[in-house]
């Protein structure tokens, strides 16, 4: 068991970007996983800190990335959910567990769609094989939280597009089995209504 100091001190040479003190720690045996209260491992705390060659470090060093805090965080979904692209893209590199999910049961393309993440969406479906229909514990897909969930401008259309491009199905209802293009409506996203009817949606 490793004392509460030094798990503490380990945790903010991650939040400081501190390499040597990491290495220093990791040296002296440290476990490059070992968890705080909240269950964040110096990998995230570093991520978390935009500390990205820390995070980079780590990653070589061989901490587990797929790790999830308490609140489901791990690297890889903080960034899709903060619009982190860079983050992402080190994530995506080092072979993160990409159907890992949300505690809203998402995966990590879900919240990116919902919060207009144009350039994070575009990097999950043009480089992984993440799933774009993926429904989350409200019954959603990532298509339906991009219309439901946000304003309806051209950052959501643009994403609406995105993931029609890549395989969204433009039928799959929610929980109550409206389709998005009723969503849509209800909402008053004309151009939304516009997409979905060239892509085949009735």
Known sequence: M???????????????????????????????????????????????????????????????????????????????????????KMMIQANTDIDLLTRFGGVGITPASEKGHVEIVHELLTTTEINVNHTNICGWTPLIEAIILNDGGERQQTIIKLLIEHGANVHMVDKHGVPPIELARRKGYTEIEKILLEAGAK
């Open 2 to 88: 490793t004392d509460k100091s030094v798990v503490q001190a380990f945790h903010d040479a991650a939040a400081q970007g501190n390499i040597d003190s990491l290495k220093q720690h990791l040296e002296q045996g440290i476990d490059i996983n070992v968890r705080n209260r909240q269950k964040r491992t110096a990998i995230l705390i570093a991520a978390m800190n935009d500390q990205y060659e820390a995070v980079q470090f780590l990653v070589d060093a061989g901490a587990n990335v797929d790790l999830q805090d308490e609140t489901c965080f791990n690297p890889f979904l903080y960034g899709c959910i903060n619009n982190k692209l860079e983050l992402v």
